[in-house]
């Protein structure tokens, strides 16, 4: 028989794959777990119960919504949902109303193009792209008044020169023009499209077209900047890329003063970049055909196949997502400004990517991986001399099945990467590249026929915290629904937090105020058993009825919602003994004691069928209340001794419980 004290200090190897069980000789293996569920964890060490979400609103439609941050300043943040032909507002935690009704717009995007649409944002303007429709702003005047406009571009972006006999000649120079091509160039859907014409290649002008007549004949405006310098005929002009005819840019990013698209239907590897400190110029010359350095700029991506690009994200250097890896555009030179004339791209690896928005976090980009299983890392690398893609999910591939939906990223106060499956489940990571963190954690929400549809996160007002709001679909009272909601911040006494104020029920609200023993607002869980925390101590359980409940005894504060359960399952513990690993041999834990912090109503054992109560409540303490408990928690583990042991942690009422490190007593046998 030999002694031994194991001792897990951290838990920020996070969940593990299964196929990692056995490797005892990774570092890793003595800070991750077998299971974590419905925990979160510290960057720098420590576990907690995820806290609950909060109701908002039920959304417009129970068809498909999508949401979207807007994020004008920190106090000044937004999610927009985007359904079926409208998009709504949130701020501040709260639905906006105007006149008593609602807040919303009207949008052109159908439930269908949801999922293709990208944007990105410059002060009060949010630049929305799908391959289908032009480019739209949707330009914030303020909190209620919200107006969706075409993107106003001009002068390009322009494919090729015409190297054809096919010549144009326009009917004026300025103004309001008839254009005639010597042979049918024109179709129905290049009315918005550009058309530039020179005389000589030394002088050009452009002109929008804005009504079709004949696939000879177009009527157009000229642009007052690039007026034509002759009526006579030329077969100098080049056409639009962009167009009703041609798609338009599926992908959006600003990088040094420019504004990038890219992507388009008939043009899937090309990118094309504004004037710089014009976002809708696009003009590849002036009008005298020379390139300047702020001239608009395109480039097409030249590989041994098509390399449709999925998404662009300025950053040092633009980076360029494509179904076979991603790719760095730059000047060639650090701190040199891009122009026409030194553009630099390369292939840094040759990981593909989903067609999804990609996030940002710390000095990396996080993108999800073509198969849609693995979120990788976008990082420069020194020894490498460039980019690499590592996967993220190396040492936890099985946390990702499912497929990989959306990602985003709560940076304050613990850098958490939120990743929504297709499946409807989320996921997590907490991200601490510089501490070597990469520990993953599931988080399964409360309620029937749970589904998480989309997720976006926005700075709280006060700067406290990123908060992420999610769109939840249930089954409440038989019927379908679909609420956003979103996650309250981490209960933190360090921070002011009492145990009356804690929140660790899903879909929930918040009570604040007269003693009352009736909680009404609740017709959003109608028919729904729902917990109950009342005056920072736990309620026995009650149905929403006509939209309330009736309590036991008076509340001055009260949190209800749906229930949720924490629980976290070790892995094996392993130590070194006098003949080698403790593995394989027969183990007898003694006793297990837990290093808690802010901590109430723990269970543990060796299966979740058969778990113990840790006594937090102290002789004495006074009923109704809960005094949270930091400190060290020693208690007695009844169990049949075994080759392989594994511990199980729950938390399943609505309490915080904060786990730090875990302590065994273990007797291994050498048998």
Known sequence: ????????????????????????????????????????????????????????ASTKVTTAVKLIPFIFSTTQSYVLEFGNLYVRFYRNEGQLYSGGSIYEIATPYTTADLDGLDFTQSADILY????????????RLGATNWTLTDFAFKDGPYDAVNTTATAVNPQHTTGTTTITASTGIFTSTDVGRWIRIGHSTAHWGAA?????????????????????NSTSST?????????????WPSAVSFFQERL???????????????????????????ENGEVLDDSALNFTLSTDQVNAIRWIYGEKRLQIGTSDGPFILSSGRNFEALTPTNVTVSRETTDGSADERVVGASRTTLYIDRSRLKVRE?????NADGYTSPDMTLLAEHITTGYIKQIAYARSPDNLVWVLLQTGELRCLTYEREQEVVAWHRHII????TFVESIAVIPKADESSEILYMVVRRTINGATVKYVEYLERSFDTAKGDTVQQAFFVDSGLSYSGAATSTLTGLNHLEGQVVQVFVNGAVHPNRTVTSGQITLDRPATTAAVGLGYVAKARTLDPEVQTENGPSQGK??????????????????????ENNLEIIPFREAGSAMGSVELFSGDKRVLLQHTPDREFNLTIQSDTPHPATILMIMYAMVVSER
Request: charged share 20%; net charge positive.
């Open 1 to 56: 028989m030999a002694k031994s004290t194991p001792i897990q200090t951290n838990f920020t190897g996070g969940e593990i794959s299964p196929r990692l069980h056995g490797r005892i000789d990774l570092a890793k293996y003595g800070s991750a777990l077998e299971r974590c569920e419905n925990f979160l964890i510290f960057p720098h060490g420590g576990m907690t119960r995820r806290p609950g979400t909060r109701f908002i």
């Open 446 to 449: 409360g309620g029937t026929n």
């Open 586 to 607: 027969i183990r007898r834990i003694e006793r297990v004691t837990f290093r808690v912090v802010d901590t109430f109503n723990l269970k543990f054992g060796v299966n």
């Open 128 to 139: 929305l792209v799908h391959k289908s429709y032009p480019i739209k702003q949707l330009n």
């Open 208 to 228: 929008k077209i804005t009504a079709y007549i004949s696939a000879t004949q177009v009527t157009a405006e000229v642009d007052a900047d690039f007026p034509f």
């Open 260 to 286: 990038f698209f890219a992507g388009s239907t008939q043009k899937p590897s090309t990118i094309w970049g504004s004037r710089s400190g014009d976002f809708l110029s696009f003009s590849p010359t002036n």
């Open 378 to 382: 976008l990082a420069y690398d020194v």
């Open 235 to 247: 077969d100098i002009w080049r056409l639009g890329s962009w167009s009703n005819t041609t798609g």
